[in-house]
């Protein structure tokens, strides 16, 4: 995919930087790249439902921000997104040490961006075991629409 800004990268850090909940989360970028987001999260404590595992409000946080922040990874210098539409599938209990978080593009719009994407840990024989899909609508606003 193509991004309309040629600085996408440094763009995307500077949006990561002013989110506040991703820190206290202790959720990372790892990997940024046109359309597509990585990103990992260290199991703590904290993170945990009642009964031990991921909690599906963390689950869903961070699909929206790699989901989110993949569409800012597509639009214009100053242009601004927002999720508009999240639907999330739970697909098995979150039982992992760390989890790995992708978002990407599958549509790319003038005002909307459609993404699509997915939360998994490694279980003890590295074996790949998806938490939860994830599909969005991120809206586009234009800079100069923020006048």
Same mark, same amino acid.
């Given at each position: 995919?193509?991004?309309?800004?040629?600085?996408?990268?440094?763009?995307?850090?500077?949006?990561?930087?002013?989110?506040?909940?991703?820190?206290?989360?202790?959720?990372?970028?790892?990997?940024?790249?046109a359309?597509?987001?990585?990103?990992?999260?260290?199991?703590?404590?904290?993170?945990?439902?009642?009964?031990?595992?991921?909690?599906?409000?963390?689950?869903?946080?961070?699909?929206?921000?790699?989901e989110?922040?993949?569409?800012?990874?597509?639009?214009?210098?100053?242009?601004?997104?927002?999720?508009? @539409?999240?639907? &999330?599938s /739970?697909? %098995?209990?979150?039982?992992? =040490?760390k989890f790995? +978080? #992708? !978002?990407?593009?599958?549509?790319?719009?003038?005002?909307?961006?459609?993404? @699509?994407?997915? &939360?998994? /840990?490694? %279980?003890?024989i590295?074996? =790949?075991?998806?938490? +939860? #899909? !994830?599909s969005a609508?991120m809206?586009?606003?234009?800079?100069?629409?923020?006048k």
């Amino acid at each position: 995919m193509e991004s309309l800004n040629p600085n996408f990268k440094e763009y995307v850090e500077n949006r990561i930087k002013a989110n506040k909940f991703m820190p206290f989360l202790g959720f990372k970028i790892t990997q940024i790249e046109a359309g597509e987001i990585t990103g990992e999260l260290e199991f703590k404590e904290h993170h945990s439902q009642q009964n031990g595992y991921l909690h599906g409000g963390i689950t869903s946080a961070i699909l929206d921000m790699v989901e989110g922040f993949a569409a800012y990874s597509l639009v214009r210098d100053g242009d601004l997104v927002f999720t508009v @539409e999240a639907k &999330i599938s /739970y697909l %098995n209990r979150g039982m992992g =040490k760390k989890f790995f +978080a #992708k !978002g990407w593009i599958i549509k790319p719009g003038k005002r909307f961006h459609f993404c @699509e994407g997915e &939360i998994w /840990y490694e %279980n003890e024989i590295s074996k =790949k075991i998806i938490v +939860a #899909k !994830g599909s969005a609508t991120m809206a586009v606003l234009a800079k100069e629409d923020l006048k």
